[in-house]
């Protein structure tokens, strides 16, 4: 390996475009778009998946929704060793998913690059977990880059394409939501015209058998010494001398927050957050009298730092829970208070199911029945709120099936008469058909209610095998769900309407009965994909029961005396006349 060429990967000479604002999420599918990319294959995850869907905005690149991101990693990796520079995005917990081959991918290396973007979630916007990717990095032997605007993400992109074809191993790239989902300006160039390289058959790199893994494994243990030994020389990690009373090593995120709460701080800005620049770090730490590291989530640096004899400070400072922020920084450093709420009374506004939400009439029966409920990832999750309360435990993607055999397991067969798994369809495709088998083999009793409303909703309705579009929304093959069922053993599948809440009822009472696996196909729609043109409820009579207020429809408004539907929520689902006992709820007039 030429360190020469490594070093200087980081300069681009591409000619600039007009600066534009961008997310940092834009501006990494810029980045490897100018790099040349050719397949960029992903599955959705907030905050990671405003990539995929703008790198989807360029012809020349080949871009796909997986069904899930082993899937992701693997279409990735097959395009990379057949010698096309790709990309995998996901989020944190995506990286579990996807851990399988990118960990062997680790061994047998790439013949076109091979970025692997994973974002992190701190403070758990939209995650089930805080979990810290950058342990990957260190458990994988994967070089890992963490950019801190978006100018760095594309630079960083480009930068990695090149670290993973000049050293023979994929690279991350990590992002965080603040870096993710935040604007800033960027310089554009154009696309490189980087060939897809010939395939070339190699049994001893690409087939990982024990006796070529143990070969292999000498090969990464010797490239990450190169790149620990070459970082110190990386001008994406940066040295820059101010005061000298403190010095602070940081990156992505933090630097900028850093950058505002101490702006006499020395700084070590790390662009390579692992293998660390241990060299480097060490010079910076001669120099300054105090030295603190800033970091969001786990203390990773900090502990590397210390193991090195390094003295320094962070976590003690600032606890491993959460984001930091410029307040918080100033606060742990300074002392300075943190801001205080404005001491105003305003009301709780938990998140809920939209108006017209088709999972809405199937949780109001699954409450009504007392079932117990083990859910699953997506929008559904909101039920588990007041007043539906019809969530027992979410664990993660395509768990809720295995958690209702686990279940019935542990306290028998009758305990799954008032149990069921409740997964959406890309939930299902994703992660749930595994599970689903596993119960029809080891014959469980349960029922499995799948929330079939054509999209992948909570992220903002991506198009998954089943909805019959592509990222493009080009025509693509419809996986049935029904007959995939019936595929996997299971001989009792049902197709309701969610709308029709005494079907939903009656069907949940029919198949929790069965002593055996049985499927529930609860199928309509998104209600934000196909607005209604049915008009607006009305209420005229309201005896102020508050049945209706037990379907938790943002349309529907508790005033002093009554009940009233809000016209310009409502989309005419038509459930809440459908629970109203004294009829009192009409279909009204739509406004011209």
């Given at each position: 390996m030429d360190e020469n060429k490594l070093i200087s990967a980081e300069q681009f000479g591409m000619p600039s475009r007009e600066p534009q604002l961008m997310l940092g999420n834009e501006a990494v599918a810029r980045g490897a778009w100018e790099a040349g990319v050719h397949v960029v294959s992903s599955y959705p995850g907030t905050p990671s998946t405003e990539i995929t869907e703008a790198a989807a905005k360029y012809e020349e690149v080949d871009v796909q929704w997986a069904p899930n991101e082993k899937v992701a990693a693997e279409v990735a990796f097959g395009a990379a060793m057949a010698g096309a520079r790709a990309m995998t995005c996901m989020k944190h917990v995506g990286v579990n998913v996807a851990a399988d081959p990118i960990f062997t991918a680790a061994y047998t290396g790439v013949n076109g690059g091979l970025v692997i973007c994973c974002a992190d979630d701190p403070a758990m916007h939209s995650s089930q977990n805080e979990q810290d990717s950058r342990y990957y990095a260190r458990a994988a032997h994967i070089p890992m880059?963490?950019?801190?605007?978006?100018?760095?993400?594309?630079?960083?992109?480009?930068?990695?394409?090149?670290?993973?074809?000049?050293?023979?191993?994929?690279?991350?790239?990590?992002?965080?939501?603040?870096?993710?989902?935040?604007?800033?300006?960027?310089?554009?160039?154009?696309?490189?015209?980087?060939?897809?390289?010939?395939?070339?058959?190699?049994?001893?790199?690409?087939?990982?058998?024990?006796?070529?893994?143990?070969?292999?494994?000498?090969?990464?243990?010797?490239?990450?010494?190169?790149?620990?030994?070459?970082?110190?020389?990386?001008?994406?990690?940066?040295?820059?001398?101010?005061?000298?009373?403190?010095?602070?090593?940081?990156?992505?995120?933090?630097?900028?927050?850093?950058?505002?709460?101490?702006?006499?701080?020395?700084?070590?800005?790390?662009?390579?957050?692992?293998?660390?620049?241990?060299?480097?770090?060490?010079?910076?730490?001669?120099?300054?009298?105090?030295?603190?590291?800033?970091?969001?989530?786990?203390?990773?640096?900090?502990?590397?730092?210390?193991?090195?004899?390094?003295?320094?400070?962070?976590?003690?400072?600032?606890?491993?829970?959460?984001?930091?922020?410029?307040?918080?920084?100033?606060?742990?450093?300074?002392?300075?208070?943190?801001?205080?709420?404005?001491?105003?009374?305003?009301?709780?506004?938990?998140?809920?199911?939209?108006?017209?939400?088709?999972?809405?009439?199937?949780?109001?029966?699954?409450?009504?029945?007392?079932?117990?409920?083990?859910?699953?990832?997506?929008?559904?999750?909101?039920?588990?709120?007041?007043?539906?309360?019809?969530?027992?435990?979410?664990?993660?993607?395509?768990?809720?099936?295995?958690?209702?055999?686990?279940?019935?397991?542990?306290?028998?067969?009758?305990?799954?008469?008032?149990?069921?798994?409740?997964?959406?369809?890309?939930?299902?495709?994703?992660?749930?058909?595994?599970?689903?088998?596993?119960?029809?083999?080891?014959?469980?009793?349960?029922?499995?209610?799948?929330?079939?409303?054509?999209?992948?909703?909570?992220?903002?309705?991506?198009?998954?095998?089943a909805s019959g579009l592509d990222i493009r929304n080009q025509p693509a093959p419809a996986v049935d769900i029904q007959k995939l069922c019936e595929s996997c053993g299971v001989t009792h599948v049902s197709i309701v309407d969610p709308f029709d809440l005494k079907a939903v009822e009656k069907v949940l009472k029919e198949e929790t009965e069965r002593d055996e696996v049985s499927v529930v196909i609860a199928r309509r729609a998104c209600a934000l994909l196909e607005r209604s043109t049915i008009p607006p409820y009305v209420i005229d009579g309201c005896r102020n029961c508050g049945m209706c207020l037990k379907l938790a429809c943002p349309a529907i408004e508790r005033r002093e005396k009554q009940v009233v539907i809000n016209a310009a929520l409502c989309i005419g689902c038509g459930m809440c006349a459908q629970v109203c006992p004294f009829k009192a709820i009409k279909e009204g007039v739509r406004a011209v």
């Open positions: 880059l963490e950019p801190a605007d978006s100018q760095e993400c594309l630079e960083y992109t480009k930068l990695a394409f090149e670290l993973s074809e000049e050293l023979d191993t994929p690279v991350f790239l990590r992002l965080t939501t603040r870096i993710s989902h935040a604007r800033s300006i960027v310089k554009q160039g154009k696309r490189e015209s980087i060939p897809v390289k010939a395939y070339r058959k190699d049994m001893m790199k690409y087939v990982m058998m024990p006796a070529m893994a143990r070969k292999r494994h000498v090969h990464v243990e010797k490239r990450e010494s190169f790149l620990s030994e070459a970082a110190n020389q990386m001008p994406i990690n940066e040295i820059t001398m101010r005061d000298q009373e403190i010095g602070v090593i940081t990156s992505g995120a933090c630097y900028q927050y850093v950058r505002d709460a101490l702006p006499n701080a020395s700084t070590l800005k790390l662009g390579m957050v692992y293998p660390m620049p241990m060299k480097l770090i060490k010079q910076f730490a001669d120099q300054v009298k105090r030295l603190i590291v800033f970091e969001e989530l786990e203390g990773l640096l900090e502990k590397d730092i210390r193991a090195a004899g390094i003295a320094c400070e962070g976590k003690n400072l600032t606890g491993l829970q959460g984001e930091l922020s410029v307040e918080s920084i100033k606060h742990a450093l300074l002392g300075t208070p943190m801001p205080v709420a404005s001491g105003v009374d305003l009301p709780a506004r938990p998140p809920v199911l939209c108006p017209g939400c088709p999972h809405r009439g199937v949780f109001y029966a699954v409450s009504k029945l007392g079932l117990r409920v083990m859910g699953d990832i997506g929008c559904y999750t909101l039920a588990a709120l007041p007043p539906l309360s019809a969530m027992d435990a979410c664990l993660c993607m395509g768990a809720s099936i295995g958690m209702a055999s686990g279940a019935e397991r542990a306290q028998g067969k009758a305990f799954s008469k008032g149990t069921i798994a409740v997964l959406g369809d890309s939930t299902f495709l994703h992660s749930g058909i595994a599970p689903l088998i596993d119960a029809v083999y080891n014959r469980q009793s349960i029922t499995v209610l799948i929330l079939d409303n054509r999209i992948t909703g909570m992220t903002g309705h991506q198009q998954n095998p």
